[in-house]
């Protein structure tokens, strides 16, 4: 059976579980669109959990930032995994004690104003929608190569499927499709990489792997691979850091909090019955993410070495890269290339006429290596590669059999979808439930909420679609700048509501205002206002990286501090909260049991 073939069918056979599962586990009332009924066990809500977190950013786009950056890349890996630490022991079992369905309820009740919930609502929206960009792109990747088609028409299509199954499950069928999606990606990413690092270093283990020595030179595998890039222009695999090491401290920290203040994750503390078992599900879904997050280094520093392996053979053989005939002939390319061209996030141009593919860092400045390059006839790189498609085509490069290659296309749809349904899920309930019924129709009937959320999350979906064709970033970076926006507006205003009595209802909207603010006006500067291309305005926050060389997707520990520094100006100028709200805050944080979720 060729690879087209038994793609479709593996592809095929996992939507057809995920949509009956959609169905068989439709909400029927607004608990269980909104939390799945309150009744999932915590290990089952762990692994959905699990599911709704390792997004496409975190099974697509991060192994492939690693593959490009190496050591760089490691922010992702500290920043959302000791995010999410930071998320289960601090944040979620006090939301979960509290009682309700969203964040923007937990905000206008604890600040007691309508007015803090609408902002909160506003926060969740330009977050989750720059969440849910990332997604869309990573849908369009895995999509485009799936069916062999473009990049755009990808994005159609899974906005098709996204559809069907969030917009008629709601939180109770996505719960339970959630479950069989991480059961599909962390098969299709572990399978693969249990293979080639077989291949490359003969353990079974990636993680061990990744510091064994390499068959065919019997040097280790991080030595090698620092040896390659180096001898090509790269910076070294694992020591560059991804900017100034401040960047990279700020970088992390944004990931951190901004993980703590993700709606779409905070919510699925709320699908389960008691304050305990918030506390078991976060734990159970980190051994599930850990499942993924410790096999991501190897995963993508074997794919840059096969890639590079590929294109020049002399890699692998430890021979003259700059070698005449050492670089691969473009008639004699694999297949795999040609069918990710299609797609157009791979790219060729012989721009020395040579008809052989040279690969390598033409941005490199050291005169020594410029007077090595041409030397060898070499007039510029000559291959693109999209970080983004790395995983998917790693099986394909280590030329493993096809169903590993379709399993691995089924696990990155799996990941984009599962976390596309969870931020769609907290942006119709945002809108339904937080704004329509919580601020303009409180006595809003139980059906026409329900009507109301769906409506809003298919609007969502055709929101997300656009920006997804015309996205900011790769997908990881395109996160990252949700995280930071989550950062700076949502997190500051939880902790201090879960954690300070004296902190009022002004003090918490300043904050998420400049906190916001401060996060867009520096994000939009880069990357265009609203992420439209050619309105950047770079001057005015003193070029590229200006603000002491952080780049956008870190500034969200900047617009966190802003958050905080302004929320707590304002509460020693303003009236203090009333005297029952102080109690409710001691109440939250008393370790006490607490009842089922409630909307009202």
Request: proline share 4%.
């Amino acid at each position: 059976m060729d690879l087209q073939t038994i793609t479709y069918v593996i592809v095929g056979l996992s939507f057809a579980l995920y949509l009956g599962i959609a169905f068989w586990a439709r909400a029927g009332s607004t608990g269980e669109f909104y939390v799945a009924g309150g009744g999932v066990h915590p290990i089952a809500n762990g692994m959905a959990t699990a599911a709704d977190w390792m997004s496409a950013a975190s099974f697509i786009s991060m192994a492939g930032l690693i593959a490009k950056l190496g050591y760089g890349a490691s922010v992702f890996l500290m920043g959302w995994t000791g995010g999410y630490v930071l998320l289960a022991m601090l944040l979620a079992p006090y939301l979960r004690k509290f009682g309700k369905f969203t964040v923007p309820q937990f905000i206008g009740d604890r600040y007691y104003s309508t007015t803090a919930r609408t902002v909160a609502v506003l926060c969740l929206l330009v977050a989750s929608l720059t969440y849910v960009i990332g997604q869309m792109t990573g849908v369009g990747v895995a999509f485009s190569r799936f069916l062999g088609v473009s990049n755009e028409t990808g994005i159609y299509v899974g906005m098709g499927i996204v559809f069907m199954y969030a917009v008629f499950g709601g939180m109770k069928g996505i719960t339970y499709t959630q479950i069989a999606q991480y059961c599909v990606l962390i098969f299709a990413y572990t399978v693969p990489a249990i293979f080639i690092s077989l291949n490359l270093t003969g353990n079974p283990f990636p993680q061990l792997g990744l510091g064994s020595d390499m068959l065919s030179n019997h040097q280790p595998m991080l030595a090698t691979l620092d040896k390659v890039v180096t001898d090509l222009g790269f910076g070294q695999y694992t020591t560059s850091p991804n900017g100034s090491y401040l960047n990279t401290f700020f970088y992390t920290v944004s990931l951190m909090i901004g993980t703590a203040g993700l709606p779409h994750v905070i919510v699925r503390f709320f699908t389960v019955p008691k304050v305990k078992d918030a506390r078991s599900s976060a734990g159970w879904a980190l051994v599930f993410i850990a499942l993924l997050y410790t096999v991501a280094p190897a995963v993508g520093a074997m794919a840059r070495f096969n890639l590079i392996a590929t294109v020049n053979p002399a890699a692998a053989t430890g021979g003259d890269m700059f070698a005449k005939d050492a670089s691969l002939p473009v008639d004699q390319k694999p297949a795999w290339m040609g069918r990710w061209e299609q797609t157009g996030l791979l790219k060729f141009n012989d721009k020395n006429g040579d008809g052989r593919i040279q690969f390598y860092n033409d941005q490199n400045k050291d005169p020594a290596f410029q007077a090595k390059a041409e030397a060898a006839g070499w007039k510029g790189n000559e291959m693109d590669v999209n970080p983004d498609i790395m995983v998917l085509a790693n099986p394909e490069i280590a030329k493993l059999p096809n169903w590993v290659i379709a399993l691995v296309a089924a696990g990155g749809l799996a990941a984009a979808l599962s976390t596309a349904a969870g931020l769609l899920l907290a942006i119709s309930s945002a809108i339904s439930h937080d704004l329509i019924k919580g601020v303009f129709n409180p006595n809003i009937s139980e059906s026409n909420e329900l009507l109301a959320g769906k409506i809003s999350m298919a609007v969502a979906i055709l929101v997300a679609g656009y920006l997804g064709l015309h996205p900011p970033g790769f997908a990881a970076g395109t996160v990252a700048l949700a995280f930071g926006i989550a950062a700076s507006s949502l997190f500051p205003v939880i902790m201090m509501g879960i954690f300070s009595k004296k902190m009022n209802s002004q003090g918490a909207i300043a904050g998420m205002l400049s906190g916001l603010f401060v996060t867009l006006f520096y994000v939009f500067a880069h990357k265009g206002i609203l992420f439209i291309k050619g309105t950047e305005y770079l001057h005015l926050v003193g070029g590229k990286n200006g603000f002491f060389g952080i780049s956008p997707e870190a500034f969200g520990t900047v617009g966190a501090a802003v958050n905080f520094v302004v929320a707590y100006a304002v509460s020693k100028v303003t009236a203090p909260p009333p005297v029952d709200i102080q109690h409710l805050v001691e109440s939250i944080r008393t370790p006490r049991g607490a009842g089922v979720a409630t909307g009202h």
